[in-house]
């Protein structure tokens, strides 16, 4: 069956200021080295305090609207993964779209950590396949710096702050033998391992207070060793799973666009799925672990820079807190 939706524009920001490792450095027991070898970056962007994540996002989301060649009118939804929204309540969507001008659309977040984006382009996959939707703008947005404690170097060398955008349309209904458009998704949890991945503080179980405050429990916190192996495990088998519901063959992708985790993950994966690592979209080394935004950044980058071409098969997969996890086969 031929797709019935597709991405049709594509947009990203991220922030002016560039934290390398030789700066965490100064910050915490770390070096250059350490942080290259068991991660592969290199320096990550930071907000400056004036930005807030929905700003972050309404910049991508112009971005992508320009290259889609619509306007903020034309959107019949917006979906915000993110978990560094603005503040707890309203959703961050809607900051969104009052910043871009569009009117009376549905307009939530999801909080599906790393997967944000991969959630949200399935939400939207269905609902246009449904054709109670045209267009959906889909963001993934994190501001993680706001929520890392600098202290601890097992989590403040991984993130970094940036936003993606898509816009995800109907698919040419013309006849042709390679259709473009979104292939297959696939979205999952195991609430087993949710606490290995979290902000503890600031909700109904701890809520705000001087001692949440004093015992850092507003920021991350990570057991690594346990996301590392559902990370590698997990991405491989919806990685397998999205191309063989699509009738392919992990040798029929011409690229894999994975969530920007740890580069040691990245590499893992892709050689449980026998993909040559030279189909691996990568920038890492440069941003960070953007977290629901690192997807569509990387996407649209390559996009950009020519690297995915017209009619080339790519594969999205993320993990994330939750644990969430999923993937999306797409033709561009």
């Not at 034309?74 to 809607?94: E, K, S, W, Y």
């Not at 292939?183 to 701890?206: C, E, F, N, Q, W």
């Not at 960070?288 to 980058?301: C, E, F, M, Y």
Request: proline content about 5%; some cysteine.
């Amino acid at each position: 069956m031929p797709p019935k939706a597709r991405i049709v524009g594509t947009g990203h920001y991220l922030p002016p200021l560039v934290r390398t490792n030789a700066d965490l450095a100064k910050m915490v027991d770390t070096s250059d080295d350490w942080i290259q070898e068991r991660t592969g970056i290199r320096e990550r962007r930071i907000a400056p305090p004036e930005i807030c994540t929905s700003d972050m996002a309404a910049a991508a989301a112009e971005s992508a609207l320009k290259m889609a060649g619509l306007t903020a009118k034309d959107l019949d939804m917006i979906i915000v993964g993110t978990v560094t929204g603005d503040m707890p309540m309203p959703a961050t969507a809607v900051f969104v779209q009052q910043k871009l001008g569009a009117v009376n659309i549905p307009s939530f977040d999801i909080s599906a950590a790393c997967a944000g984006f991969i959630y949200g382009l399935s939400i939207a996959d269905n609902f246009i396949r449904a054709g109670a939707m045209k267009h959906i703008l889909v963001i993934g947005v994190e501001l993680l710096s706001r929520v890392i404690d600098w202290e601890d170097r097992g989590t403040c060398v991984l993130f970094g702050d940036g936003a993606g955008a898509v816009i995800v349309g109907p698919a040419d209904s013309t006849p042709v033998e390679r259709p473009r458009g979104i292939l297959s998704t696939k979205i999952m949890s195991d609430g087993s391992l949710a606490r290995s991945l979290m902000i503890p503080g600031g909700g109904s179980v701890t809520p705000a207070s001087k001692e949440v405050i004093d015992e850092k429990l507003h920021k991350v916190k990570m057991k690594g060793q346990d996301i590392f192996k559902a990370a590698v495990k997990n991405l491989y088998s919806a990685s397998r799973d999205a191309v063989e519901e699509a009738g392919m063959r992990p040798d029929d992708v011409d690229w894999i666009c994975p969530h920007q985790a740890n580069l040691r993950i990245i590499n893992q994966a892709v050689e449980r799925l026998g993909v040559p690592k030279e189909k691996v979209l990568v920038n890492i080394d440069k941003v960070g672990n953007t977290s629901s935004a690192s997807i569509p950044i990387l996407l649209d980058q390559s996009l950009r820079a020519g690297t995915i071409k017209e009619g080339q098969t790519v594969l999205m997969c993320a993990l994330g807190a939750g644990i969430s996890w999923g993937s999306a086969l797409i033709r561009v």
